[in-house]
């Protein structure tokens, strides 16, 4: 695949980081910050996540399909949300994230080995 896909998925990875800190960063915040300053803040995340995504899913789609996409986003997703959870929100590592990971590396080969097998 062509730069520009790679340069798409690095985008995405970057979005997802910003993303998990919108949706679960509050919940490390000590006190009990109101929750409309935590929608406000989250909000204020959330936007430079989608200043990165939605190039990033312009630029993919360029390259694969739209279902190929989600699937990649899926992938990406789930591969930035465990470490985030691990080392972020301190949760223990579970033998569960690993086998979801590789039904989530399955899922990617389906929907990609055409681009890569012809098929």
């Not at 899922?107 to 890569?116: D, H, M, N, P, T």
Request: proline content about 3%.
């Amino acid at each position: 695949m062509v730069l520009g896909f790679w340069f798409a998925i690095g985008l995405l990875i970057v979005s997802n980081l910003f993303m998990n800190f919108a949706w679960f960063g509050h919940l490390k915040l000590s006190g009990e910050p109101s929750m409309i300053k935590m929608i406000f803040i989250s909000w204020l995340i959330a936007l430079f996540e989608y200043i990165l995504m939605i190039p990033a899913v312009r630029i993919a789609s360029n390259h694969v399909t739209v279902s190929q996409l989600k699937i990649i986003q899926e992938a990406i997703s789930l591969s930035v949300f465990v470490p985030f959870s691990i080392f972020f929100l301190k949760e223990n590592f579970k033998w569960d994230y690993v086998w979801a990971c590789c039904c989530i590396l399955l899922a990617l080969f389906f929907i990609l080995r055409s681009k890569f097998m012809g098929s």
